[in-house]
């Protein structure tokens, strides 16, 4: 059985440890990170020319499962994924951590898309805390905030014309945002609904110090597609599939 993973993420790293050895896993990576945290089995890394050269792909490969595990606003890969497997006739599952939920005392702005949340700062406050990622920070370019800008990797420009970029990898601890939001003296933080523990101390130290949170809304799943919010639950549902004893992963040696 061969299993291509869609990864890049937290719970794709996992999922490819629960399934191999027990199976072939190829996890392909999109190649945006300077230097990823590799994943057990084979790894490739790079596009593939759109949802036909996926689609080619499975077929000179033998892939018989992809698990869609990217980051849940890499919408286009998702799209691609799904025009893929129909085409080439290989089962789809999406692994999708839950998104995060306010809770009382948080004062949460939702936005459709980064246009929209730049467009929400209006009289929210002069300092922004702007964790969307190292990609469409052009969203913000004209904006009279100062910002400052965490990401993986440097962003690309356009970028804020007052902006401070903090180079930084989660998981972060709570006492960590708290003196973040202190130090920088944050007015109100601007963040994509990625879910997940390892970016969501932000979340409660912004609750804590009161400020407002702007949330950018993810994108669904393409329609037709089954999904699993956890590892754990996707290697099962997948060797399930296959026919593949142990499919919890839970008698690994």
């Known amino acids: 059985m061969h299993v291509l993973i869609l990864g890049g993420t937290t719970e794709a790293r996992a999922l490819a440890g629960l399934l191999h050895p027990r199976v072939r896993v190829t996890s392909s990576l999109a190649g945006r990170v300077a230097r990823p945290r590799l994943p057990e089995?084979?790894?490739?890394?790079?596009?593939?020319?759109?949802?036909?050269?996926?689609?080619?792909?499975?077929?000179?490969?033998?892939?018989?499962?992809?698990?869609?595990?990217?980051?849940?606003?890499?919408?286009?890969?998702?799209?691609?994924?799904?025009?893929?497997?129909?085409?080439?006739?290989?089962?789809?599952?999406?692994?999708?951590?839950?998104?995060?939920?306010?809770?009382?005392?948080?004062?949460?702005?939702?936005?459709?898309?980064?246009?929209?949340?730049?467009?929400?700062?209006?009289?929210l406050g002069d300092r922004v805390f702007l964790t969307t990622g190292r990609l469409g920070l052009a969203a913000f370019a004209d904006r009279p905030e100062w910002f400052l800008v965490r990401s993986v990797d440097a962003p690309e420009a356009p970028v804020p014309a007052r902006a401070e970029v903090l180079l930084d990898r989660g998981p972060f601890t709570l006492d960590g945002e708290r003196d973040l939001l202190r130090r920088h003296r944050i007015d109100v933080l601007v963040t994509k609904d990625s879910g997940g523990a390892a970016t969501a101390p932000k979340l409660t130290a912004a609750r804590e110090a009161g400020i407002p949170v702007v949330v950018v809304r993810r994108p669904p799943v393409p329609e037709g597609v089954r999904t699993a919010t956890t590892p754990e639950e996707a290697a099962a549902l997948v060797l399930a599939d296959q026919g593949v004893s142990g499919g919890s992963g839970s008698d690994r040696p």
């Open 41 to 123: 089995g084979e790894v490739r890394i790079g596009g593939f020319g759109g949802a036909d050269g996926l689609a080619a792909w499975l077929g000179e490969h033998a892939v018989d499962a992809v698990i869609d595990a990217t980051h849940p606003f890499a919408e286009r890969i998702s799209f691609n994924a799904a025009g893929a497997a129909a085409t080439a006739h290989v089962p789809l599952l999406a692994l999708r951590r839950p998104g995060w939920v306010p809770e009382e005392g948080d004062d949460w702005r939702e936005a459709g898309s980064l246009a929209e949340a730049a467009a929400a700062l209006d009289g």
